[in-house]
């Protein structure tokens, strides 16, 4: 089972821009996909986005941040990025990082989360 923590949750004005980490241990070499989530009080989960480990490399992102988020993977650090820009005031939430192995169907491991508010 991989082992996932977030960072750079924090504060921030509407408009502004945050980068969340992840960092991965334990099986890394087994990930096929990894992905940010998102979920607001109140509110369902949401999927932000992700970005294949394997095989094609490739990033796919929700319509609602699509141009103002960036996903990106070091695999040299075990660490995964979520880039955010013009954050809007409906974005706050906690979010997750996810890990989806090889021969699974669904995200199978998670993070913690790490909460991100934004002020208006």
């Known amino acids: 089972q991989v082992q996932l923590v977030e960072s750079g949750g924090g504060l921030v004005q509407a408009g502004g821009s945050l980068r969340l980490s992840c960092t991965a241990s334990g099986g890394t070499a087994n990930i096929a996909e990894m992905g940010w989530f998102r979920q607001a009080p109140g509110k369902e989960r949401e999927r932000v986005g992700s970005?294949?480990?394997?095989?094609?490399?490739?990033?796919n992102y929700a319509d609602s941040v699509k141009g103002r988020f960036t996903i990106s993977a070091d695999n040299a650090k075990n660490t995964l990025y979520l880039q955010m820009t013009s954050l809007k005031p409906e974005e706050p939430a906690v979010y997750y990082c996810?890990?989806?192995?090889?021969?699974?169907?669904?995200?199978?491991?998670w993070g913690p989360g790490t909460q991100v508010t934004v002020s208006s």
């Open positions: 996810a890990a989806r192995q090889r021969g699974r169907a669904v995200f199978n491991s």
């Open positions: 970005i294949t480990m394997f095989g094609w490399i490739g990033t």
